[in-house]
């Protein structure tokens, strides 16, 4: 255990700290790797005062603070519906801003009529599958998880993963599902000891190293032949042309 330990888990009294192990970027990143902490949006699904996906967010968001991310949350409030707003709206811009800073992201759903809510989607469509001739997700890494009321299921984040694929990121294999989610939290709104919370560790671990192994080979992993083919203006041209 390292003498910083203690202070990274303060906030984390569910962590065994024998079995927590912070990580080395040495032992993930490229040579060229920027050296700045990893940076990871976090987006949840639910407006609701008492927000499970939103303290799953914010449970993850601890979790890879601890593991030396910068974390930055998106509050999905006042958000417009997709194409109901232009670009230039405040909530727009602050979303495509953040996914344009973020070298990953982690998308919490709850499962409603067994699906993501549509709060989760409108997010995702907001961010733009390309601006210009780039994508603004292509080649990011993206962990995804959900929330049930009920018994567990895997609807939402396997849905998630299919918008994760879309939008051309790396969704990494590891996945969270907590079923009867108001049974996990207390009071404060802190997850209480389980499998579940344990679960959400590992994805979130599993999270940072993807990110250290790709956020600086991304290029060399999305480079395309069929990209190559066309010159930049015709890409630009054929990815921005008029949405149906």
Same mark, same amino acid.
């Given at each position: 255990?390292?003498?910083?330990?203690?202070?990274?888990?303060?906030?984390?009294?569910?962590?065994?700290?024998?079995?927590?192990?912070?990580?080395?970027?040495?032992?993930?990143?490229?040579?060229?790797?920027?050296?700045?902490?990893?940076?990871?949006?976090?987006?949840?699904?639910?407006?609701?005062?008492?927000?499970?996906?939103?303290?799953?967010?914010?449970?993850?968001?601890?979790?890879?603070?601890?593991?030396?991310?910068?974390?930055? #949350?998106?509050d =999905?409030?006042?958000?417009?519906?997709? $194409?109901? &707003? %232009?670009?230039?709206?405040?909530?727009?811009?602050?979303? *495509?801003?953040?996914?344009?800073?973020?070298?990953?992201?982690?998308?919490?759903?709850?499962?409603?009529?067994?699906?993501?809510?549509?709060?989760?989607?409108?997010?995702?469509?907001?961010?733009?599958?390309?601006?210009?001739?780039?994508?603004?997700?292509?080649?990011?890494?993206?962990?995804?998880?959900?929330?049930?009321?009920?018994?567990?299921?895997?609807?939402?984040?396997?849905?998630?993963?299919?918008?994760?694929?879309?939008?051309?990121?790396?969704?990494?294999?590891?996945? #969270?599902?907590? =079923?009867?989610?108001?049974?996990?939290? $207390?009071? &404060? %709104?802190?997850?209480?000891p389980s499998?579940?919370?344990? *679960?959400?560790?590992?994805?979130?671990?599993?999270?940072?190293?993807?990110?250290?192994?790709?956020?600086?080979?991304?290029?060399?992993?999305?480079d395309?032949?069929?990209?190559?083919?066309?010159?930049?203006?015709?890409l630009?041209r054929?990815?921005?042309?008029?949405?149906?």
């Open positions: 255990m390292t003498d910083t330990l203690p202070q990274v888990l303060a906030d984390l009294p569910n962590i065994n700290a024998e079995a927590f192990r912070l990580i080395d970027p040495a032992a993930f990143a490229a040579p060229d790797d920027p050296g700045h902490p990893p940076r990871i949006l976090a987006l949840h699904g639910s407006l609701r005062e008492r927000s499970y996906s939103r303290l799953v967010a914010e449970e993850a968001g601890r979790l890879l603070t601890a593991y030396g991310c910068e974390v930055k #949350s998106f =999905p409030r006042d958000l417009p519906l997709p $194409d109901a &707003a %232009g670009p230039d709206h405040p909530k727009v811009r602050e979303l *495509r801003d953040l996914a344009a800073w973020c070298e990953g992201m982690v998308w919490v759903s709850p499962e409603r009529h067994g699906a993501m809510t549509g709060i989760m989607k409108a997010q995702i469509d907001w961010i733009p599958l390309s601006s210009g001739a780039v994508r603004p997700t292509q080649g990011k890494t993206l962990a995804v998880m959900q929330v049930s009321g009920g018994s567990q299921s895997f609807n939402a984040v396997n849905q998630l993963r299919v918008l994760g694929r879309w939008m051309r990121m790396v969704t990494i294999p590891n996945q #969270s599902s907590v =079923p009867k989610a108001f049974t996990e939290f $207390d009071d &404060a %709104g802190r997850m209480k499998a579940f919370y344990d *679960r959400i560790v590992d994805v979130c671990e599993e999270l940072v190293k993807f990110t250290y192994l790709t956020r600086s080979r991304s290029p060399v992993l999305t395309r032949y069929s990209e190559r083919v066309e010159t930049a203006e015709e630009s054929r990815v921005n042309q008029r949405s149906i």
